[in-house]
């Protein structure tokens, strides 16, 4: 399959992967021949990105850390603490924890699978999933740098729950008043809770902070941000640069990381960013490309450790479509081939 900007998608062609809702329901499955009223009803819904399938492209399987069961299961539970919060009554926290405990056994079973940020989002399910990556994307880089069990529960907890001031309607970020920033009032929402670590409260508290002083709501400096929190601000920064479109043009996944790395040791942690470049795909397959020879074509496959040298398949076909060729670049192997331009 192939991951695609809805714009190029037409009639008659096949979802490659399935839309889910907020609440775990399904929108579109997997399978299904789009119509021009469901590429509307997509486009009215704030999707810009699907996958589609591709029969030059079968066999190529998109790596998943998580499961969609386990993506359902997460994106239920975080409906239903949102609805708490805003409901003004108190959330289960014991139920926020045994979708963790699901969580992070499957982040365990799959931690040499690259990231892929590839989960199709809407208007409706987009501040669940960020919550799942950023939590995801965490643990990988708390399991990089060694941390225990009890250690990796405490910051997944916080990771997902990183942004659950934001549902409070006292929250402006915009305020003079930092007690009104969402980090503040999610620290205020998390401290209380006796069964949490109050390190997950500091999670939420801390991760718009940045090592040089200038970050939000109190302006600390590096030693004074804990590294959960640390290690949060670097994956909610990547996802937001990927799907956030309030700064502007979404960055594709490797402008991202060079985005990111020119911020080390001034508002990210070098160490965190380190671990962080060692779980990401940077060319994530699916993604269509030109390489410096002019060919194009679409990354089938990675290499863990060489993130920027992916597996190339280049199909050439005649005006009628019919396929001349089928061929595959190892840029491993390939040492005077580049990557020039994701299309």
Known sequence: MKYVHLDSVEAGQYLGRTIYASNGAILLSENVQLTVFMINTLNRIGVTMIYIKDPNLEDVEIPEILSDETKRLVMTQMGQTF????????????????????????????????????????????????????????????????????????????????????????????????????????????????????????????????????????GILSEEIHLYGKITAVANMYDNLLFDMSAGRRKLPHEACEYMLALAETKLDRDVLIQFLKIVSIYPTGTSVRLTNRETGVVVGQHRGLPTRPIIRIVKQDATDKVLEIKEIDLAKETTLFIEQVL
Request: charged fraction near 25%; aromatic fraction near 4%.
């Open 83 to 218: 609805a708490s919060i805003q409901s003004g009554k108190e959330f289960n926290s014991r139920n926020v924890s045994m979708s963790i405990n699901t969580l992070l056994d499957e982040i365990m079973k799959n931690r040499d699978v690259l990231v892929q940020l590839n989960d199709i989002r809407t208007q409706d399910n987009q501040m669940y999933i960020h919550a799942m990556n950023v939590c995801m994307m965490s643990v990988l880089i708390g399991m990089n740098m060694g941390m225990n069990a009890t250690q990796l529960k405490d910051l997944a907890m916080g990771a997902l729950l990183h942004d659950i001031g934001k549902v409070e309607l006292l929250t402006d970020d915009e305020s003079e008043d930092p007690r009104r920033h969402h980090t503040w009032r999610g620290f205020e929402l998390l401290k209380n809770k006796r069964e949490f670590n109050l390190l997950i409260a500091h999670v939420a508290f801390q991760h718009h902070e940045a090592l040089n002083g200038e970050g939000v709501p109190r």
